[in-house]
């Protein structure tokens, strides 16, 4: 099967809420069904370096390391050999127009746009990360201090469910959507000892998300991520 992307993923920071079902049922692709965590349906809020991009093994030139803000919710689809767990993204942002619409035009996703920055410091036991995106006259902000340490996911946790997806789903309209595969080890996660997140919701993501601006994530977490590749098939379901 061909790959379309490789890149690394590094320093994955997500805010994780608890969000009604009903919230997130205009979004559902066709074909799947929400995964819930102990019972509640999560959307999180990423942050993450989108590093060394390659389309069918080519780098991408002056364009292949950026920031990604993405607002996504776990999904699951029946199947012959069990269930497939995967994320549906409801927007992805990134700073450059040619690699959003190269994003739009070949996935049918829905990337934007806009300014984004980022700051990362690596200390001796710890590190910060921090993201901000500017949409608007607005500046939101990701930022988290974390122990540099890496330690396994705990089997069965929060984060385990937050980071093991590995398909994606995209919705064409309401009785088209497409399966695609993504290929990453199991990542490492590193304790969080402090975190700040900053976002405007109804601005970023629309009314349906306005109440995430004035409460807390259940939980934040941050990941080291890894190389990432993206299968080029897409498969209509």
Request: net charge positive; with cysteine; charged share 25%.
């Amino acid at each position: 099967m061909k790959t379309f992307l490789t890149a690394k993923w590094e320093n994955l920071i997500m805010a994780n809420y608890v969000v009604e079902p009903q919230v997130l049922k205009p979004f559902l692709p066709k074909g799947v069904e929400l995964d819930l965590h102990e019972g509640e349906a999560f959307v999180s809020l990423v942050g993450f370096m989108f590093n060394r991009s390659r389309i069918f093994n080519v780098p991408i030139p002056l364009l292949g390391t950026f920031e990604e803000i993405n607002l996504r919710f776990y999904v699951k689809r029946k199947t012959a050999d069990g269930y497939r767990r995967g994320v549906v993204f409801i927007n992805e942002t990134v700073p450059y127009k040619p690699v959003a619409w190269l994003a739009n035009k070949l996935y049918k996703e829905h990337y934007i746009a806009i300014p984004t920055q980022h700051n990362i410091v690596i200390g001796s036991d710890e590190k910060l990360v921090q993201y901000n995106w500017k949409m608007g006259q607005t500046w939101n902000k990701m930022a988290v201090k974390a122990s540099k340490m890496q330690r396994e996911m705990s089997r069965g946790s929060l984060e385990e469910f937050i980071f093991e997806h590995y398909y994606g789903y995209t919705r064409i309209d309401a009785n088209r959507s497409q399966e695609y595969r993504i290929h990453h080890p199991r990542w490492k996660v590193n304790d969080v000892l402090e975190a700040n997140i900053q976002c405007n919701f109804a601005e970023m993501y629309g009314a349906a998300f306005a109440q995430l601006s004035s409460e807390n994530p259940k939980s934040v977490i941050i990941a080291e991520g890894s190389a990432i590749s993206v299968d080029w098939n897409r498969k209509p379901i």
